[in-house]
């Protein structure tokens, strides 16, 4: 369905392609963290020739990475770090708008955390300042709870130990996950 919208596509892909410590190789991707191979299977073998001028490497203390290019800086991050910098959304033409409200987005994206999944915002701006950023796409990442989980988690519970989760994910996330395990 987004392949019909030339321009909007290739910035969706060539963002997410850049930013990411992962790679496509043999049908499987390879390398980077958890979030990066979920986005390179996603993207497959798409490439670009956009030449990297700098890059700032996902740390969960930051919540986000960037990649800068001749033209642009691309971000990917922590929905509730990057909402209220956003003043332009990517329209499918490739075209820009200026967004005067943001309510809606924040429902979407509410939606998704309050069902379990992990939201990423993946927009760009003019320099490595999170300001005046254009949206470009959300990023939704479900993760699946391995089959063994429950039984280790019973396990661990009958011993007496007090479970405690750490995560860096939204809290209504995490919440979610939690309440999936009872």
Known sequence: ???????????????LFL?????????KAID?????????RFIKDYNSNIKIINRKAFSSEDKYSYVKTSNKVYFKGASELFLKHISKVLNTDGSEKVIYNLEYLEKIINKYTDNGYRVLLNCYGENEKLNSLTFIC?????????????????????AGVNIVMITGDAKK??????????
């Open 19 to 27: 930013n990411s410590e992962s790679n496509y190789i043999n049908g």
């Open 173 to 182: 996330t995490a919440i979610n996950v939690a309440n999936s395990l009872n």
């Open 138 to 158: 959300l990023i939704v990442i479900e993760d699946t709870i391995r089959k063994e989980t429950p039984d280790a988690l019973k396990t661990i519970k009958s």
């Open 32 to 40: 980077g963290n958890t979030t990066d191979k979920a986005i390179t």
């Open 1 to 15: 369905e987004i392949k019909k919208y030339n321009s909007f596509y290739d910035i969706v892909y060539t963002s």
